[in-house]
């Protein structure tokens, strides 16, 4: 499937590949499957990530709308989340591995970056939604407490998000209340990002 890159009003201030600002968080879908091809794309672009120690510490639980494990994976959601991802062709749930065993070593430690690492992989696998044309939006509003019983996830991993992937829908499709947030949000100016040799920020 080729690149699909909607326009919007996002602009840069330096010259950047599209698929950095055409990438946003929709929360219409149109409720159609997504295909498997295009499904694991977005795993196989997560699993490049790059991660510490290249512990590789993501983790993706997934259910197809109407398949096995779906209506667990939405009733984690909050329910105004509920409102708009029930019509998502896929959840997934992104987990992350707290300890690594390094090279050498035979018992696990720490890894200090699991949840940095598994945002890489998040980030990676949206940009591939964009480039095989499927949107995703990320859900911190979820049952954190219970996410673990819910989906059998063992000690010494974390949930971090959900993730809504699916065809992006019209926006009048959404609930009334939900439709006037339906757009590319702005970022803040460049350089309120980046300090030269120390902390310099207003914050």
């Not at 879908?29 to 512990?55: H, I, K, Q, Y």
């Not at 708009?84 to 062709?89: E, H, K, L, T, V």
């Not at 926006?171 to 970022?187: F, G, K, S, V, Y």
Request: aromatic share 10%.
């Amino acid at each position: 499937m080729s690149a699909v890159y909607p326009i919007n009003p996002r602009k840069t201030e330096y010259e950047i590949s599209p698929i950095f600002v055409n990438r946003w968080s929709p929360r219409a879908f149109t409720g159609e499957p997504v295909e498997d091809a295009a499904l694991f794309s977005l795993f196989e672009a997560a699993r490049w990530a790059p991660s510490a120690n290249n512990s590789q510490p993501w983790r993706f639980i997934y259910a197809k709308n109407g398949g096995t494990g779906w209506d667990k994976l939405l009733g984690l959601a909050n329910e105004n989340n509920r409102r708009w991802a029930s019509r998502a062709g896929v959840l997934v749930a992104l987990l992350s591995k707290k300890t690594h065993i390094r090279n050498g070593d035979t018992e696990p430690t720490p890894l200090r970056n699991h949840c940095l690492d598994a945002g890489a992989a998040w980030a990676s696998l949206a940009f591939q939604a964009v480039h095989v044309g499927l949107a995703t939006h990320a859900i911190g509003g979820f049952d954190r407490d219970n996410a673990p019983a819910v989906l059998g996830v063992p000690e010494g991993f974390q949930v971090e998000i959900l993730i809504a992937i699916g065809k992006q829908g019209e926006r009048a499709a959404l609930p009334e209340d939900i439709q006037a947030r339906e757009q590319p949000t702005p970022r803040k100016p460049l350089a309120s990002f980046y300090a030269e040799g120390q902390f310099n920020f207003k914050e």
